[in-house]
């Protein structure tokens, strides 16, 4: 987790810059996985198929990471409330990453 939370960065103000990662995705069919440095094993993000697809032709993604769990079945404004509370508490990552 160190060493993800070092390789992403959290924002302090709305003009701040989201940190720029190395070529650190890599599509393997509907999986997209993630290298984080100095870590052996690649990390398997939770994604659905459109946002696979979309990751593939633009070739880059930016990631937010929350540090604390939210369920899958979140709806819009549960997910939004735990965006301001994570934001606002510095335990939300940023990091824009691009593919291999």
Not at 50 to 72: I, K, S
Request: proline share 6%; net charge positive.
């Amino acid at each position: 987790m160190r060493r993800l939370s070092a390789s992403l960065g959290g924002l302090a103000g709305a003009r701040e810059v989201v940190p720029k990662l190395e070529r650190c995705l890599q599509i393997v069919g509907d999986q997209v996985l993630m290298h984080v440095p100095g870590v052996s094993r690649r990390l398997r993000l939770p994604t659905r198929r459109p946002w696979t697809e979309l990751v593939a032709r633009n070739g880059e993604a930016l990631l937010l990471l929350g540090l604390d769990p939210l369920p899958q079945s979140a709806d819009a404004t549960r997910v939004d409330t735990y965006l301001d509370a994570s934001l606002a508490a510095d335990r939300l990552l940023f990091g824009r990453a691009r593919t291999r």
